[in-house]
């Protein structure tokens, strides 16, 4: 399971056939990271080097609002539109002229001149209308139905496309001992389905993210980066050193396996359980009240700060999943406002999103963690735009909102990208891109892109059958 | 021990006469003989060109590719030579044309035909090749699955008839201008001279330009389907064979058609090496060697492939061959490929690693201190005694464990298809087969007939995991034939002869397996439909005839009803080519690491076996053996080649796909779970099964899921691809390792073996030797003895310290790794 940088692939075909047969012999004695760094080496620079935004990102934070938030309550106002379209909110100015938010976010418009807004987020689903598909099509750059033909109801499998961040751990392993990929603080679910285009499917194990599935705003537990009570790092440390010892009275050993880069891992594992870097991470109480009262004490807000948190030390991708998952009850803080959008919106979605996401805007400016950190805020879709109308088959009441993935808005900020803007704009009703439709696999090749990572590159899955990285192209306007 | 000390000294000897040899690779060797393919060349119209091969003979009988150097003087101007070495035709006749290369003259025929009247311009035999050559079929064109701006074609022009409607009809037929056809948008696009997403993909005036401005003038014919379209595709040569990195050699690719007429077509063939990093080709067919090694030319014209041997051999001087000890066929077939590639085998592994080395494959168990004790103690000799345990592990019960568990990823035994008892029943139907090692053949007949109850007759169960007829034929043809045949369900094979027809062809025997809920809850019946069973073709909509994937000349005629039987009876039949070949294969990779066709279900012309003669002849002592399984591991095992240590010489360290020597292979997760446990006399517990009970016993990849055995790679059983249980390290198993629960937990049991040591009072050299019988099944050196010693410091726990050495030992390669 090699992937394949360079020329423009296609399933099954023939252009790509010898860089294929080559990351095959490669990968005939498993991926390690000694040989596929000197394979990535030898494959010299990418087309793309130099390119315009290319490489610029180290890292970055994803902060997926699961549910599918209102964008017309939230980034994208539409106050010239009906009652039934506009809903209960005004819209507020921000601190860049011209761009309006909703007054539920009063905060985030005080910071509105450090992120731009893509209001022109756009797909059409092919299949299922429900979240697990949309997350999966979002997250994976796939829509699930070659691997999940009823979409809900089956669970994740390891043939399924990879997550982003699964692709990105593995392209751009941390140079830190610190974890890759960092997904918290629950997994993404919809009913029954748990964890759905959140995993490294046909990558394997290996490449899932380190799952922090629990609430940032309690202390944390972390057995398996803590050294076991009876095991002192003195102790340790002569294993380690008794280990050395027997591996290197072995020698036709250690040259038969040199390519594996076992030492490499043994040394990264030994360092996080040891340096306690990536668990001091995952201490907020280093932060002061101050920061973690600006972030708001909520599992969201302390999630937030932990993603900074890991971002400094080290952590290449780290997924901040929205908190609450829909169950249908209106006093539940989650994003599916089939029933109840506004009260809830206002008094409890709304004030924790915006707290999180300014203090964040603001923290990491003043931090100057941008310079290399690429953030981005969307959910699987946005909400109907005309209140109370079924567009999924669920019903809504009269002040809910439908699943709507044809227009919505993603907020991205850093690394150069033009901040103080809106790209792409959607129509009167926030219905449709008026102009520059964005659609999720664009971002996603986006976010590739900035790291270095060429969208059009191949991967093969776990049939060996070579697929593209993503289908999109980078919205390299947003430079 | 003298085994070894001798083979070092031969190493000193042979590197000593590696300096001591002149280098005589870069002389110009002298010519004694040309040869020229092919002798005769016939030209039947103006644009058509044609080439040859100029070979020289040394007077070692090394064959020299001259092609480059020479020079072609025709006797009379009945052609004319291109730059390119090309021949083209200047008028009706025929000549001999004297080739000079290397010193040496030799002569060759070139016949012209009547060039005022060429043959017809056809879309299937001159434009298809045209549109593949130059990109406007591939898969990131055109011929993606929705086309490119509204303009699709099929992928790689499998399917001529759909490209030339869409060519024709589309847009209304706007593509050609007839009145003015160099105008026509079909040449406007690919040259550029409107907007064309794709690029510039022809250039005005060449010689592909022309092709497509002669076709449309001369009305867009279709051609004849029947002549027109590729009957065999040659190159030449059918070997390509170098002594050194620094030589090259042309290839010519022919096209044969029906009515007898040659092309060639070289420069419209996609020719590519399978491993560039050995031997790369340029865009004028020509094979430049890299390093030493073996790859394989891929050759595809118009649907037709051919695979050539490449082999370059080690060009430093000083190579003598060494004959090992021959233990049975499989050591003389390897022997002699390696022999050829001035490749040195390297000898037998000592009795200890043999041991754990055997009982790891056969078993998935390493051996105890107690039986490699008694094993290096017996004094019969290392063959005899070898051959024995051989024996002995294949009659103990933890080879039917560790078979079961091979056969339930293969054939997806999991209760998320099958529920509790469907699984149980079917795993226990696999226990019950290996352990009474029923014919391979018989096993997969019971497999595919399977009618009834799948808790009555588990063999049933097969069809519930597949449930549909794509589904299983795709994992039927994959896993008995080793054939995937998941790509051609929607377009042909790019790489191979297989076509979509075929696909459909073979799906129909699979039409009439209906799936019905049984009596009991869980329980599913497996019968015969009597409608709805029929496949359609899902281009024409008509109703598809099954038909086998290669013609078997003893096949009975396919019933309309009771298709699987005719169909077992194909594909299980001795003669059938995969069958057999499949198994044979795929087993061999499990001793050896690697198939001798790898990977090991993916069997296709375009991925050629690296040993052909050492698979066909066990796949002969399979079927001569009426598919004994048991029989084939014995002889595999029984091998020289499969008791080679890991260690490299000189002249194989480079060798990774020969069997020239072993390669460490990462112990499996059930194997490495199983393998902590015996070191530390420690077994962790699992809800679903009974204490003690082994994880090679497990029934399913249900039982502790999520753990330690799915981070180090075992399947989730979602496919019968080998590919899904993987053997590489990372990161979460090295902190796993390190810091998890799973070794932690082993090596601190208070009733586990360090525990025992210490309270039955054992001396510290007792203890260190115990532990590395248990973990790396063999003593330890005095040198590691005292290393071990260092560790133990005046005051401190001898418990802990014995802990610290057991931990240390089972996170070793040695331990990982089976070697």
Not at chain 2, 55 to 78: K, N
Request: aromatic share 8%; glycine share 8%; hydrophobic share 35%.
């Amino acid at each position: 399971m090699l992937t394949i940088p360079g020329r423009k692939g296609c399933l099954c075909d023939g252009p790509t056939r010898r860089e294929l047969l080559r990351a095959g012999s490669v990968g005939l004695f498993g991926l390690n990271l000694a040989n596929f760094f000197q394979w990535q080496k030898a494959q010299g620079a990418s087309r793309l080097d130099g390119a315009h935004g290319f490489g610029s990102a180290k890292s970055v934070i994803l902060i997926f609002l699961q549910g599918g938030p209102s964008h017309l309550d939230i980034w994208d106002p539409k106050p010239e539109a009906p009652t039934s379209i506009r809903g209960e909110f005004k819209a507020i100015p921000t601190n860049v002229p011209g761009i309006q938010l909703s007054e539920t976010m009063p905060m985030l418009a005080q910071q509105m001149d450090k992120c731009a807004l893509i209001r022109s987020m756009s797909y059409t689903p092919t299949g299922l209308f429900n979240h697990t598909a949309a997350i999966y099509q979002m997250l994976t750059g796939y829509p699930p139905d070659k691997v999940s033909p009823s979409g809900q109801l089956e669970p994740p499998s390891p043939a399924d496309f990879p997550t982003a961040g699964s692709h990105i751990s593995k392209l751009k392993p941390p140079t830190e001992p610190v974890l890759p990929f960092v997904e918290m603080p629950r997994p993404l679910q919809e009913s029954g389905v748990i964890g759905k285009g959140g995993a490294a499917g046909f990558l394997g194990k290996a490449y899932d993210p380190y799952r922090l599935y629990q609430d940032p705003n309690k202390p944390i537990k972390l057995d398996d980066l803590t050294l076991r009570k009876d095991v002192s790092p003195d102790r340790l440390k002569d294993r380690f050193t008794m280990l050395k010892g027997i591996n290197g009275s072995m020698p036709d050993l250690e040259k038969a396996l040199k390519d594996y880069a076992i030492d490499e891992y043994y040394g990264k594992a030994f360092d996080l359980v040891l340096s306690g870097k990536a668990r001091e991470a995952f201490d907020l109480t280093k932060e002061s009240d101050k920061v973690r009262e600006r972030y708001g004490r909520t599992t969201f807000g302390q999630g937030l700060l932990l993603s900074r948190r890991l971002i400094e030390a080290g952590t290449r991708f780290v997924q901040m999943n929205w908190p609450a998952v829909a169950n249908g009850n209106p006093e539940v803080d989650a994003w599916d406002t089939h029933a109840a959008n506004f009260g809830p919106l206002k008094n409890l979605h709304c004030p924790i999103l915006d707290r999180g996401v300014s203090a964040l805007l603001e923290d990491m400016t003043q931090r100057g963690m941008f310079k290399d950190t690429l953030l981005v805020t969307v959910g699987e879709f946005g909400r109907s735009p005309r209140l109370g109308v079924s567009t999924s088959g669920n019903t809504n009441s009269p002040d809910g909102r439908d699943h709507w993935p044809y227009c919505y808005t993603a907020l991205v900020a850093g690394i150069g990208m033009q901040a103080g803007r809106v790209y792409g704009s959607s129509d009167q009703t926030g219905s449709a891109p008026k102009e520059k439709p964005v659609h999720p696999n664009d971002l996603l090749a986006t976010v590739y892109y900035s790291l270095g990572i060429d969208p059009d590159m191949t991967v093969l899955n776990h049939l060996n059958q070579p697929r593209e990285l993503v289908k999109g192209k980078p919205v390299l306007e947003l430079w | 021990m003298w085994r070894t000390s001798w083979t070092v000294a031969l190493m000193f000897i042979l590197s000593w006469t590696t300096r001591a040899a002149p280098s005589s690779a870069k002389q110009s060797p002298k010519i004694t003989e040309l040869l020229v393919e092919p002798a005769e060349l016939i030209l039947r119209a103006q644009d058509e060109g044609m080439r040859v091969l100029v070979t020289g003979t040394t007077p070692a009988g090394d064959r020299l590719d001259l092609t480059s150097s020479a020079q072609f003087v025709p006797a009379e101007s009945i052609v004319k030579v291109e730059s390119d070495q090309y021949l083209y035709p200047v008028r009706q006749g025929e000549t001999q044309v004297t080739v000079t290369a290397g010193g040496k003259q030799a002569q060759f025929t070139v016949r012209v035909g009547d060039l005022s009247k060429p043959p017809q311009i056809s879309f299937i035999r001159d434009v298809e090749p045209v549109l593949n050559k130059v990109g406007c079929t591939a898969g990131t064109c055109h011929g993606s699955a929705k086309g490119k701006n509204g303009f699709k074609l099929s992928l790689r022009g499998y399917d001529p008839e759909f490209d030339y409607e869409a060519l024709l009809y589309d847009m209304s037929g706007r593509r050609f201008n007839r009145a003015d056809p160099a105008r026509s948008l079909m040449l406007a696009k690919p040259t550029q001279q409107v907007a064309h997403g794709g690029g510039l993909r022809v250039e005005l005036g060449s010689r592909y330009y022309n092709t497509l401005l002669h076709w449309i003038s001369a009305g867009v014919p279709f051609g004849n389907p029947t002549t027109d379209r590729v009957d065999k595709l040659e190159v030449l040569p059918k070997e390509v064979f170098m002594h050194g990195p620094d030589q090259s050699q042309q290839v010519i690719a022919l096209a044969h058609y029906s009515d007898g007429t040659v092309r060639d077509v070289t420069r419209e063939a996609n020719i590519s090496s399978n491993i560039p990093e050995i031997a790369d080709v340029d865009a004028a067919a020509r094979v430049k060697g890299e390093r030493k090694g073996e790859a394989a030319l891929l050759v595809r014209y118009e649907g037709k492939f051919v695979s050539v041997p490449i082999t370059m051999l080690n060009p430093n001087a000083g190579f003598v061959w060494n004959r090992l000890p021959q233990y049975n066929y499989v050591d003389e077939l390897i022997d002699a490929k390696l022999k050829r590639l001035k490749i040195l085998p390297t000898p037998t592994v000592d009795d200890a690693e043999f041991l754990r080395r055997v009982s790891l494959d056969i078993s998935g168990v390493q051996p105890t201190p107690e039986e490699l004790r008694a094993f290096i103690a017996d004094k019969t000799d290392s063959r005899t005694k070898r051959s024995r345990t051989i024996e002995q592990l294949l009659s103990q019960p933890e080879y039917v464990d560790h078979w079961t568990l091979k056969w339930g990823d293969l054939l997806q035994v999991s209760r998320r298809y099958l529920s509790d008892k469907g699984m149980w029943e079917f795993r226990d139907w696999i226990r019950d087969s290996i352990a009474q090692n029923k014919p391979y053949d018989k096993f997969v007949r019971e497999l595919l007939t399977a009618r009834g109850s799948s808790f009555e007759n588990p063999a049933a169960n097969f069809f519930r995991v597949t449930r549909n007829p794509k589904v299983s034929m795709e994992k039927t043809t994959q896993l008995f034939l080793g054939v995937r045949m998941v790509c051609t369900q929607c377009h042909d094979h790019p790489f191979e002869k297989w076509t979509q027809n075929q696909y459909y062809e073979m799906v129909a025997f699979f039409g009439s397996i209906g799936l019905k809920p049984g009596f009991q809850s869980g329980d599913e019946i497996v019968y015969d439909k009597r409608d709805d069973n029929e496949i359609k073709h899902p281009k024409t909509g008509r109703v598809v005839e099954p038909k086998f994937l290669v013609a078997s000349l003893s096949a009975p005629p396919i019933p309309t009803k009771d298709r699987r039987e005719a169909l077992v009876d194909w594909l299980t039949s001795k003669e059938n080519p995969f069958f057999a070949r499949a198994i044979a294969n795929r087993l061999w990779s499990y001793f050896l690491g690697r198939g001798i066709i790898e990977p090991v279900d993916d069997i296709r012309a375009s991925n050629p076996a690296v040993n052909e003669a050492l698979l066909e002849a066990l796949t002969k002592d399979l079927t001569d053996h009426d598919f004994d399984l048991k029989h084939l591991m014995r002889v595999i095992v029984s091998s020289r080649a499969y008791q080679a240590g890991i260690h490299a010489n000189e002249w194989n360290g480079d060798d990774k796909v020969n069997f020239s020597h072993a390669m460490p292979r990462r112990l499996s997760a059930e194997e490495l779970m199983d393998a902590i446990s015996l070191a530390a006399g420690h077994r962790p517990k699992f809800p679903e099964v009974p204490p003690e009970t082994k994880a090679e016993e497990f029934p399913d990849p249900h039982v502790g899921k999520d753990g330690f055995l799915d981070v180090f790679g075992r399947p989730a059983r979602e496919s019968s691809c080998e590919c899904e249980r993987r053997s590489d390290i990372s990161l979460p198993q090295a902190l796993n390792l390190v810091n998890g629960r799973t070794i932690a937990d082993a090596i601190a049991d208070p009733k586990g073996r360090v525990a025992k040591l210490i309270l039955a009072g054992a001396s510290d050299r007792a203890i260190v030797e115990e532990l590395y019988l248990a973990s790396l099944s063999r003593a330890p050196t005095a040198k590691e003895y005292d290393a071990a010693m260092t560790f133990l410091r005046p005051g401190a726990s001898r418990a802990a310290w014995a802990q610290d050495l057991l931990w240390s030992l089972v996170n070793s390669k040695a331990f990982l790794y089976n070697r």
